[in-house]
């Protein structure tokens, strides 16, 4: 398979003749499309009816925009020495599922980028310029860009010249902070506010975090922020049987986890409400020790989600 190479450090590169390209390769690089589920992360899922909206669109008139194809090796990905060629998929996820399960043709566009790194940001930067986003994917767009370009400085936090939501900055992270909130004309806070969100969103499990992303399931903001900013503490103090279950490599959090730290924030702090707060507290250490033990294997699985939803069902009422 021809191998296009462009300079290390050039700006990625739409290629112009691939029009002219023998239709052997074209099938070539069609058939032999990458997927990388890292990458398919940062396109914004669309709501049921969105979908099939494009899919009756795509049956009816063909899939008329080309997908955008990366062209690179598996060591260029993975930082080894493979020199195996891959055409990675980065625009066009969605139009890629419809077409290969309506058997339609499509087109595609070949695309150069130095890095990994850089196709990350190509892509966050191709869907904050949509108009369709949620608030929530808008968010987690922003802060996602916000901590890419901090990584990519690769500098050590630093003792800074400012302090923020209780945190110290360095100079080149206040730079960062007010370019994306010129850029997008939000506030400086906003885009920290959005960090934090972004690391709470990226620490659910990937089917929560796409039906947050979506809107279909409500999580309170600053519940997603708390999770970004202290995991493990919410978790310790949500539930001392939840406890036992954190580590700094923690798997991701569920639905029943977030909604007992939902739980115990809303309860935190209300001296008026002891009794209260006991009673919930206990409901969230039986939703957290069920949630726990969940196994899709065992034969009273659909007892134990039963009794799950009731739990969460009680702790509601009493609220």
């Known amino acids: 398979m021809k191998k296009f190479q462009t300079a290390s450090g050039e700006p990625p590169v739409l290629h112009r003749n691939s029009a002219n390209l023998m239709q052997s390769m074209l099938d070539e690089v069609k058939n032999s499309i990458t997927i990388l589920p890292e990458l398919q992360a940062l396109i914004p899922p669309l709501q049921v009816s969105e979908f099939e909206q494009l899919e009756a669109n795509i049956r009816k008139e063909g899939c008329r925009e080309a997908l955008l194809i990366w062209q690179t090796t598996q060591g260029i990905v993975d930082g080894t020495s493979n020199s195996l060629p891959l055409n990675i998929l980065i625009d066009g996820h969605n139009r890629h599922s419809i077409c290969s399960k309506n058997s339609i043709d499509f087109k595609v566009a070949l695309r150069e980028f130095p890095s990994l790194q850089s196709v990350r940001d190509f892509m966050i930067d191709n869907q904050l310029g949509r108009r369709n986003l949620t608030p929530e994917q808008m968010s987690y767009l922003r802060g996602l860009k916000y901590r890419n370009e901090r990584q990519a400085t690769g500098r050590p936090v630093q003792a800074g010249v400012a302090a923020t939501t209780g945190e110290t900055e360095t100079r080149a992270s206040q730079r960062t902070r007010d370019k994306l909130a010129k850029q997008f004309n939000v506030s400086p806070r906003t885009i920290l506010r959005d960090r934090d969100y972004s690391e709470g969103i990226d620490r659910l499990t990937p089917e929560l975090k796409q039906e947050v992303l979506k809107g279909n399931q409500k999580v309170p903001k600053e519940i997603v922020r708390e999770i970004g900013r202290h995991r493990k503490t919410l978790l310790d103090n949500a539930s001392g049987d939840a406890a036992g279950m954190v580590s700094s490599e923690t798997p991701p959090l569920s639905l029943a986890e977030v909604n007992a730290i939902t739980l115990d924030k809303k309860t935190a702090g209300v001296e008026s409400a002891a009794p209260l707060q006991s009673e919930v507290s ?32 009680e702790a509601k009422k009493q609220v």
């Open 282 to 313: 206990i409901l969230v250490k039986q939703i957290a020790q069920l949630a726990s033990t969940l196994n899709p294997e065992k034969p009273d699985f659909g007892f134990d989600c039963d009794r799950l939803v009731a739990l969460l069902m």
